[in-house]
């Protein structure tokens, strides 16, 4: 016998071992009258106590989970007793003990494991047969289901608990009367107001228990108009206490209704509203004065706010100011000092140095167009055209630039642990962040140290780690660390502003960060700084994971000469400023192409609709009107489907982190004479190859 399992009567402790066993219960008489005894019957059984041995039918067997043809045959009461809840077995066994004291009558409720491992409560009746000598010898019985029923006693206890609980814990009064007005149930604060205890006044009508009659009488006639009514009410009743003192109180009352909906009385709840109705009173008076008051200081308080966003705005745009100010004057400076020194040479006939003016004014041109490139960075406006992009492989074929950009004091180190490394962005500039980057790094070790650049996975969600502008997912984290000098706190909060910078004068534009911010923000995604003095700084660009795998990176095409055009291939241009239109008719002109002019998109859609040939569209995005460029190209390709478009920008609403359309180039302005022609022979090829399929 196990230990968990109690002591149970054995046989030979009830009678001598020499008596013969009793047969199970087959009278059928028998077994119909322990049915009728027990109700729902979910087993039966019978005990040959001598020889322990427990007959019992096939439901029984179900019931405790045990084999129906071993049942049947007999098993001992430690078998049977092996499926009851083991907390069970000992108040069981004793039950059992007594009945066989004493013979008669057996009733014990207990639970039995079912097939699933859980238990079920059953209740077992049967009696204790003894012998001559007063010993027991046979035991039969039944089983009944009894789930459902202590199911149901549990959850009335609960609720029974609960409204107890309920009534004790509700503050004021609580109350039900039946139709004539009679109190039937009352909490404790029905006893506090009424100042007697609920033995004088259950049973029995305001009228009855109430000293002022004439208030008993008002609230008895307030009682039954609501119930006759059959609708709640909210109100508000004066009410004499015990000491005397008259109180205010907020009652809601309504009809009590029984299950067929029929009003069988009242229920009702009142709190004391004397303090809160004497303090309404009073606030009245007092919020003549302090409405006024607030009002005053609430205007003070915007006012002052309204002054410090606007200074805080100023100083923001007049060190942005400055900032353009200080650099275009120095790169305009360069310009147009090039070109008086042309005009001159021109003028006296000297035309050996005008190469030479023309390299400084170009180089100086190329700076002011980058520099104008990082504002739109920062603002989120530059025109970036996003590629399905393996990040892990374009920071392994940057590695030597950087190493080589940052000088040999410095040890790079690169770890790519970032499994998921495609992400939708232009690459490069994810490779001028990144070369920022890891300049800022190499300027934060003076002398020599560590820069570690790596990747890794994230599944970001809402919170303090994601930009509330940016949806929750995976994204890829790019870490360029160093054990630099780090930054302060203040430092840190203002690395991101425009022309800001820490180093000396001339040594930096105060733009890489700011430009790496805006990149991020509009690839959708973010970028975090961590830093302390003496600790180093940590830069986490963070972009989202693109599902589709990028593309194996392709050996770097050689510079292409500029095509020349096909016969007759026609190109429309459409800007609304000359000198553009001008540059750009004239660069295709040179090169073979048929140009047709248009100032803005009206005039350009006109042409699109008409008749005239036209073989490719090059157009600015920002033109004044009713329809930008890029409308305009949707419109004349419902006439002209398929039509190549080179879309030209130099500031404009972002474009979306998509591939560009079939049949679609993009160029910023600034652009080169090359990439102009280069787009549209490109453009056209495929265009003649296309119908040629």
Not at 6 to 30: K, L, R, V
Not at 210 to 226: G, N, S, W, Y
Not at 535 to 545: A, E
Not at 646 to 657: E, N
Request: charged share 20%.
């Amino acid at each position: 016998m196990s230990q968990d399992t109690p002591h149970y009567p054995s046989g030979s402790q009830a009678a001598s071992a020499q008596q013969e066993p009793e047969a199970f219960p087959t009278d059928a008489a028998e077994r119909l009258q322990l049915a009728l005894d027990a109700g729902a019957i979910i087993g039966t059984w019978v005990w040959d106590i001598p020889n322990d041995c427990v007959r019992a039918d096939a439901r029984f067997a179900r019931s405790f989970g045990l084999p129906a043809d071993q049942c049947m045959a007999g098993i001992s009461l430690e078998r049977a007793f092996s499926s009851i809840y083991p907390q069970d077995r000992e108040r069981v066994a004793g039950d059992i003990a007594q009945a066989m004291a004493r013979g008669g009558a057996f009733r014990c409720e207990y639970r039995v494991r079912q097939d699933d491992g859980g238990y079920r409560w059953v209740e077992a009746n049967g009696r204790a047969e003894l012998n001559s000598e007063g010993r027991a010898v046979r035991f039969p019985g039944v089983l009944m289901d009894i789930e459902s029923r202590r199911v149901a006693e549990a959850e009335r206890d609960r609720m029974s608990a609960l409204l107890r609980t309920f009534a004790a814990a509700v503050p004021g009064v609580v109350y039900a009367k039946d139709l004539e007005g009679r109190m039937l149930v009352a909490n404790q604060g029905t006893t506090q107001l009424i100042g007697k205890p609920p033995e004088f006044y259950l049973g029995k009508t305001d009228l009855e228990f109430l000293e002022d009659k004439a208030q008993a009488r008002q609230v008895m006639a307030t009682d039954q108009r609501i119930m006759h009514g059959g609708k709640a009410e909210q109100i508000e009743e004066q009410v004499d206490m015990p000491d005397g003192s008259a109180t205010i109180w907020l009652s809601v009352k309504a009809p009590l209704l029984s299950d067929s909906g029929e009003v069988m009385g009242l229920i009702g709840s009142s709190i004391d509203v004397t303090a809160r109705k004497n303090a309404e009173s009073a606030l009245v008076e007092f919020n003549h004065t302090l409405e006024a008051r607030i009002s005053d200081a609430i205007a003070e308080r915007e006012a002052a706010e309204a002054a410090l966003r606007q200074a805080q705005k100023m100083e923001a745009v007049g060190q942005l100011t400055g900032g353009i100010a200080h650099d275009f004057n120095n790169l305009l400076a360069g310009i147009t000092g090039s070109l008086d020194l042309i005009r001159l040479r021109l003028n006296q006939g000297r035309v050996a140095d005008i190469e030479r003016y023309l390299a400084v004014a170009h180089s100086a041109a190329q700076r002011a167009a980058a520099l104008t490139h990082r504002l739109l960075a920062f603002s989120r406006r530059q025109t970036l055209v996003p590629v399905a992009t393996d990040v892990n492989a374009l920071i392994s074929g940057m590695e030597e630039l950087i190493q080589r950009s940052v000088g040999p004091s410095i040890d790079v180190q690169v770890e790519l642990t970032g499994g998921s490394s495609t992400c939708l962005i232009d690459p490069a500039q994810l490779e001028n962040a990144l070369l920022n980057l890891s300049i800022n790094a190499r300027d934060a070790l003076p002398g020599g140290g560590r820069i570690l650049i790596t990747t890794s996975n994230h599944q970001l969600e809402p919170g303090p780690e994601l930009d509330p502008e940016l949806s929750p997912g995976a994204y890829l984290t790019i870490c360029v660390a160093d054990n630099g000098v780090g930054m302060s706190a203040e430092t840190v909060g203002k690395a991101f502003e425009p022309f800001f910078t820490t180093k000396p004068v001339g040594a930096g534009t105060g733009l890489g960060l700011s430009m790496i911010y805006g990149f991020a923000k509009q690839s959708g995604g973010q970028v975090k700084l961590q830093s302390s003095p003496g600790d180093g700084t940590r830069v986490y660009l963070q972009l989202p994971s693109h599902a589709v795998a990028a593309p194996a990176p392709g050996q770097q095409l050689a510079k292409a000469e500029v095509p020349l055009a096909a016969s007759g291939e026609t190109v429309l241009v459409v800007d609304d400023e000359s000198s553009v239109r001008m540059f750009v008719s004239e660069t295709l002109s040179c090169l073979g192409y048929v140009v047709v002019e248009a100032a803005d998109s009206l005039a350009g859609l006109q042409l699109l609709r008409s008749d005239t040939r036209i073989d490719l569209l090059v157009t600015d995005i920002g033109l004044p009107g009713p329809m930008d460029g890029r409308q305009m190209a949707e419109a004349g390709r419902l006439s002209r489907p398929g039509l190549p478009v080179v879309f030209m920008t130099g500031y404009a609403q972002p474009l979306p982190h998509e591939p560009l359309p079939p049949s679609t180039a993009m160029l910023t302005k600034p652009f080169a004479l090359e990439s102009l022609a280069l787009q549209v022979n490109a453009l056209l090829s495929a265009a003649v190859a296309s119908r040629q399929d």
